[in-house]
């Protein structure tokens, strides 16, 4: 497994993206699923970089480990910061439009979609939301 620990800033966000697919590359991950992958990245480091931390700073770490029975990438985000699990709040209904919709949402939807199993659990203080993508 490797890891990264970095600030919960949104400006960093391009240093997770380029970790996590330096680890997918060495695993000859094929380009649609990195694709897919950046996506979740953006949508939940992205949510820990403006929430997590309301008026002070706080790390992130980012971990990623490659299995081979079956082949799948799994990314776990750890944050101590305010406790929030993303799961739990409804899907939206994507048969409304934009403006019916209410606000947020979308993002975790999309994330659960595209990643074939994600989980949330609060523990020891610390938020972890697991991600796993068959390849």
């Known amino acids: ?39 979740c990245i953006d949508e939940i480091f992205g949510n820990i970089a403006h929430y997590a931390y309301i008026a002070k700073k706080g790390k992130a770490t980012v971990q990623v480990e490659i299995e081979h029975n079956p082949r799948a990438i799994s990314l776990t985000f750890i944050d101590q910061g305010i406790p929030f699990d993303p799961l739990a709040k409804e899907d939206p209904d994507i048969t409304l439009s934009a403006e019916e919709r209410a606000i947020g949402g979308l993002g975790i939807f999309m994330v659960k979609k595209l990643m074939d199993h994600v989980s949330y659990e609060f523990r020891n203080g610390k938020n972890i939301l697991r991600m796993k993508k068959i390849i």
């Not at 996590?20 to 000859?28: C, D, G, R, T």
């Open 1 to 39: 497994m490797k890891e990264l620990t970095i600030d919960a800033l949104v400006e960093n966000l391009d240093y997770v993206t380029d970790f996590v697919n330096e680890q997918l590359i060495k695993a000859k991950c094929p380009p649609k699923i990195r694709a897919q992958i950046d996506l």
